[in-house]
């Protein structure tokens, strides 16, 4: 039995018995890595200083915070995992905005779509968390669906890591999720890859997914909602509506509000962190579903890349629900850049850099 100490949220430093600790080293270089697997996910340092922690078990889905950037500041909002001065009261909105994480507000069955709001069995709302909905219960503020909705509630459930390692100058972390309907039952299957790594006065997190159906004779549907997709809650000083100088640009030089819901190869939301000028840059790969990708920004800080939605952003555009059938994947792929003092061509360049690259499939 070993003890050791790792990063857990609200900022504690807590002591975890482990049966098992996955530690690797990456060979002396300009920068080393350090992963540390336990029972509550896998954290990753480099330098000796923290980059990230992916935790597993503390909400119905996983992900990544703190997330910390080349200049050692808090790269996203630190709400609700810990409630911090610096955040004002009404940057304390949308619990369910955890990080970085991925989630889908109606993906499904046609079983479960035919049940209606609250429906159980064969899909779910994972987008939401129970904070979502119980906060404003407990506070007499719920709507009259806040008991369907907390019954509809899915889950991303943390199945094995199947791989924890530092290969270079990198980390990789490989991982297995089961999409857990109300009931219990899994109707999607998840594999996921994390890679993280640094770049000249850059760190970047690369997220390749694949989904699958559980069960081959289960066909799924994606439905078409803006509430979907990868995303990142950015710290509150840096989103537009702070008033700090916040400022959301994408590859097709749409700017702040102007960005919501256009396609774009990638989008960038910059702002004042902790006194310093931060960025960061999410790219779309253009192997990725769906690319060049739709974008669910908003100028108070959800930064969201949504291939799923095109009529729930604009009742004017088709209908873009997707259904998987039989052996049939879908997979998305993504870089998060975290840069200092950001530039478009900065970022245009890492872009080219990075759809360069062939990015992971499975068998």
């Known amino acids: 039995m070993t003890v050791a100490t790792r990063w857990r949220p609200g900022g504690r430093m807590v002591a975890a018995l482990m049966t098992l600790i996955v530690v690797a080293y990456a060979p002396a270089a300009a920068a080393e890595f350090f992963v540390r697997q336990d029972p509550h996910g896998v954290t990753v340092e480099v330098d000796g200083g923290p980059f990230a922690s992916y935790v597993v078990d503390e909400a119905n889905k996983p992900y990544l915070w703190p997330v910390v950037g080349p200049t050692g500041k808090a790269m996203t909002r630190a709400y609700p995992m810990q409630d911090v001065a610096?955040?004002?009261?009404?940057?304390?909105?949308?619990?369910?905005h955890r990080g970085?994480?991925?989630?889908?507000?109606?993906?499904?069955?046609?079983?479960?779509?035919?049940?209606g709001a609250g429906g159980r069995e064969g899909g779910g709302d994972t987008w939401?968390?129970?904070?979502?909905?119980e906060k404003p219960q407990a506070a007499g503020k719920a709507g009259p669906q806040a008991d369907a909705r907390l019954a509809g509630l899915a889950r991303i459930a943390h199945r094995d890591f199947t791989r924890v390692a530092v290969?270079?100058?990198?980390?990789?972390?490989?991982?297995v999720c089961d999409h857990v309907d109300a009931a219990g039952k899994p109707f999607l299957v998840e594999r996921r890859r994390l890679v993280f790594g640094l770049g000249e006065g850059t760190r970047w997190i690369d997220i390749d997914?694949?989904?699958?159906?559980?069960?081959?004779?289960r066909p799924v549907t994606f439905d078409d909602r803006k509430d979907a997709g990868l995303f990142i809650r950015v710290p509150a000083s840096m989103a537009v509506d702070s008033r700090q100088g916040g400022r959301i640009e994408n590859s097709e030089g749409q700017i702040d509000a102007a960005a919501w819901s256009q396609?774009?190869?990638?989008?960038?939301?910059?702002?004042?962190?902790a006194g310093e000028q931060?960025?960061?840059?999410?790219?779309?790969h253009p192997e990725s579903f769906r690319h060049p990708t739709r974008w669910h920004v908003r100028t108070y800080g959800l930064f969201a890349a949504n291939p799923f939605a095109s009529r729930g952003y604009d009742a004017t555009l088709p209908e873009a629900a997707t259904t998987l059938a039989g052996a049939e994947t879908l997979r998305l792929h993504h870089r998060f850049l975290f840069r200092a003092s950001p530039t478009r061509d900065a970022i245009e360049k890492a872009y080219a850099d990075y759809a360069k690259t062939s990015r992971m499939t499975w068998p």
């Not at 970085?100 to 049940?115: C, P, Q, Y």
């Not at 997914?209 to 004779?217: H, V």
């Open 167 to 175: 290969e270079g100058e990198r980390a990789v972390v490989e991982e």
């Open 278 to 284: 931060l960025g960061i840059a999410i790219l779309n």
């Open 128 to 133: 939401h968390d129970r904070l979502t909905f």
């Open 86 to 96: 610096t955040e004002p009261k009404g940057q304390r909105d949308h619990p369910h």
């Open 100 to 115: 970085i994480t991925f989630g889908h507000e109606s993906v499904g069955t046609a079983a479960w779509k035919a049940a």
């Open 209 to 217: 997914q694949e989904f699958r159906l559980a069960d081959p004779e």
């Open 263 to 273: 396609p774009a190869r990638w989008c960038g939301y910059s702002g004042p962190v």
